[in-house]
């Protein structure tokens, strides 16, 4: 990781952004958190700035010259800030746009505009929509989207790539299955959780449970994108990894294990359909031999993700709370 | 071609969309022009104004408003109004994104509004970046995007083929080769023809000469596409199709036949390299079995089509002057 030095990470309060800063400040880099705190958390970060001498911006990624101000000195963002429901996409379909794509275009213009060109970048095996190889590999068939979400963010994913080939910028690209651990705070963990505490008898679940996907652990995330930050990269290039475990659980098994953690006994009922919503992937298995080709591998298991999930879930239920989303 | 009763082209009045409307109104369906005329021209839609029953919007894409006015009572939308200006996107990488990307969410919003739901796509096989397999099929392996162009036509792809799996929409999506024909207004025949006018002894030509592409005259073009708009579609169906010819010109032969039909004799210097700009792509030849399986085929070759090209060229000099553009 000598390569970095002083990193500036968008939604660096979020889920994600903020574990990835933990690592980066315990391996001797300078960080810059930017986040708008729509749904990134201050407590996540208060040790990091109160402590460990982590720079807080109170910022959004529209804001250019704020981004372009919190860059001086930065040789590395890591562009996580993101609208990260996926389920709702159809609600509002302008905030994957904005908060996605244009977003992305805003950051990217102001690391110009600042002489920082190498950027990482919080993208989803959502974009391969629904595949038909599995595991499915980086160079898959050229996908099609079934969500407004990884629509936004194969937009991203094409900006970025210009901006390499183009500017000389370096990307690098990070295609994640869904993430789980420490600071979790949206995704069918959290909504079978909060559900169950507000009534342990019943629970809805979107879809027919048959639903099978791959899930990885946060601490395990953050080591991969730090393996990958840590190659040889020239102006240009661009490097793309898929970021999963070769494991995959059904929404029942998961249902079954969290149920069990909980110490609960609902009455499960299901919506039907073999997705969860619109846009939903029956099926998400990301081949991840690139990744582990550099020397990674995950070392907790799907169901023991699931497990510390559920434990920090109960020690910081303020996560639970609704809040007003800006 | 039943099925479409009454479209509206955005860019209208633009090369590709003009020619398309001719052919509309002659297949009988009511058309409305919509264009901001900062690319399109009056002058190309004159005839279908007065005689024939066009109605003409001047508008631009990003009016949401105006837009959904427009569509009242349309069945189809043919989304061709773009920022097509490839070459120069490095020098304002905001235009690729207004209006091109956001400007395709602003018309599919105005569909959702409006009650349309068929969408055709002026999409580019500048999103395939420079792909390893030629023949490039529409499956190809998952691209890397070379071009702030082709970076914003793959946003527009995602969002069109989200809202066809979200929202019930019918989406076809055309990746084009490069056009030629009448009212052919940018890309380099039109800047070699313009050039040499101005001075006939010396011609400057980006790049070393040797990039390959495949080009298409517009008449099959239009052909081609509405073959595919006359298939059977249902809600949440994307239909991908590139088009173009399967044969290919080195830009040096292309100068030849310009030359030859201009009858000079300029000395050519050649600004070197194997890309004639940061994101030019140095061989183009799209797979088209998936368009010829359905019955269609080009009817004019690459030198008939530059010579077309000049022709109409040299009776419309009114295109070669420059303008303010929007």
Known sequence: MAVVKRALITGGAGFIGSNLADRLVADGVEVVLYDNLSRGRLEFVQELRADRGAEFVRGDVLDEELLRHSLKGCDTVFHFAANAD????????????????????????????????????????????????????????????????????????????????GYGFTGIIFRFVSILGERYSHGHVFDFFRSLREDPSRLQVLGDGRQEKSYLYVG?????????????????????????????????????????????????????????????????????????????????????????TLDWLEEHPFVLEERAVA
Chains 1, 2 share one sequence.
């Open 220 to 308: 395990d995330c953050v080591a991969a994108m730090l393996i990958a930050m840590g190659q040889p990269h020239e102006p240009g290039d661009v490097h793309i990894y898929n970021l999963g475990t070769e494991e995959t659980i059904v929404v029942d098994e998961s249902i079954a294990t969290i149920v069990g953690h909980l110490g609960v006994a609902p009455e499960v009922e299901y919506t039907g359909g073999i997705r969860g919503w619109p846009g939903d992937s029956p099926f998400i298995l990301l081949d991840t031999r690139r990744i582990r080709a550099l020397g990674w591998q995950p070392t907790v298991s799907i169901g023991d993700a699931i497990a510390r």
């Open 86 to 165: 996926v389920r709702h996409g159809l609600e509002h379909p302008r905030q994957d746009l904005e908060q996605n794509t244009v977003a992305t275009s805003v950051v990217l213009e102001a690391m110009r505009a600042a002489g920082v060109t190498r950027v990482a970048f919080a993208s989803t095996g959502s974009i391969y929509g629904e595949p038909e190889i599995f595991p499915t590999p980086e160079t898959c068939p050229f996908p099609v989207q079934t969500s407004l979400y990884g629509a936004s963010k194969l937009a991203g994913e094409g900006m970025i790539q210009a901006y390499c080939h």
